[in-house]
Nanobody
C-alpha cells in the first residue's frame, strides 16, 4: 500500500519560512518522481515543485524561494519555503508519479498517488 504523509506547515507571516516533509511508503524514489502540489481556496490544484532522478523542478511562482530535496534513505522529500507570500496560502499535497516517457511529476494527470494535504497559511 502506498502512503504519502505530509507534516510541517502551519501559520507564518509574509517573508518568513516554513518547511514541509513528505514520508513516502510503498514507492521507491528510483521509480517515482515525488513532489508538491497546492490548492488555494476556490482554485484548482497546481504543481509547485518535484524531484525526479535527483533533479529538482520548480514552477515560476516559487523559483528562488522554495527548495526541494530528498533523503532516499528515509524515503522523505522536503520542501523548504522561504520568503513566503500571502499568495502561497494553500493546502499543500505530496504527490508521486511513476517515471516514464512523456510523464512528469508536475503534471496533474501524471500523478499516481496523493497525500491527504497539509495547510499552509501566510499572513500579510
Amino acid at each position: 500500500e502506498v502512503q504519502l504523509v505530509e507534516s510541517g506547515g502551519g501559520l507564518q507571516q509574509a517573508g518568513g519560512s516554513l518547511s514541509l516533509s513528505c514520508v513516502a511508503s510503498g514507492v521507491t524514489f528510483d521509480d517515482y518522481g515525488i513532489g508538491w502540489f497546492r490548492q488555494a481556496p476556490g482554485k484548482g490544484r497546481e504543481g509547485v515543485s518535484c524531484i525526479t532522478d535527483d533533479y529538482p523542478y520548480y514552477v515560476d511562482a516559487v523559483k528562488g524561494r522554495f527548495t526541494i530535496s530528498s533523503d532516499n534513505a528515509k524515503n522523505t522529500v522536503y520542501l523548504q519555503m522561504d520568503s513566503l507570500k500571502p499568495e502561497d496560502t494553500a493546502t499543500y499535497y505530496c504527490a508521486a508519479a511513476i517515471t516514464g516517457p512523456s510523464r512528469f511529476c508536475l503534471h496533474h494527470d501524471d500523478i499516481n498517488y496523493w497525500g491527504k494535504g497539509i495547510l499552509v497559511t501566510v499572513s500579510s
